[in-house]
């Protein structure tokens, strides 16, 4: 179980500073992110990739950085805050 814990945490960590570097390449350059170009986004509501770099960084990013945190330090919900901020990647990917 403790094999299981820990691998959690690394996905979670892992997932989280990923994240947060890319919301901030977003935030920080919402034409062209990362050399990202807006064409991808002509079908979508947006414009640039500022909105979805802000949820990408709070959302995704320093959530799954607190699910990390609260598997790791064994809160008391912490399967509850995991299986949140997976599902939210989960459905971050399929949009």
Do not use: C
Not at 46 to 57: A, R, S, V
């Amino acid at each position: 179980m403790k094999t299981i814990y820990r691998l959690l945490v690394v996905l979670h960590a892992f997932v989280g500073l990923g994240a947060v570097a890319g919301g901030m390449g977003a935030v920080l350059n919402p034409w062209e992110p990362m050399g990202a170009s807006t064409d991808i986004l002509k079908n979508s509501p947006f414009e640039n990739f500022l909105i979805p770099g802000i949820i990408l960084l709070v959302v995704i990013g320093l959530g799954n950085i607190a699910a990390a945190l609260a598997v790791l330090l064994k809160t008391r919900f912490q399967g509850y805050v995991s299986s949140v901020f997976s599902w939210a990647l989960i459905i971050w990917i399929i949009v």
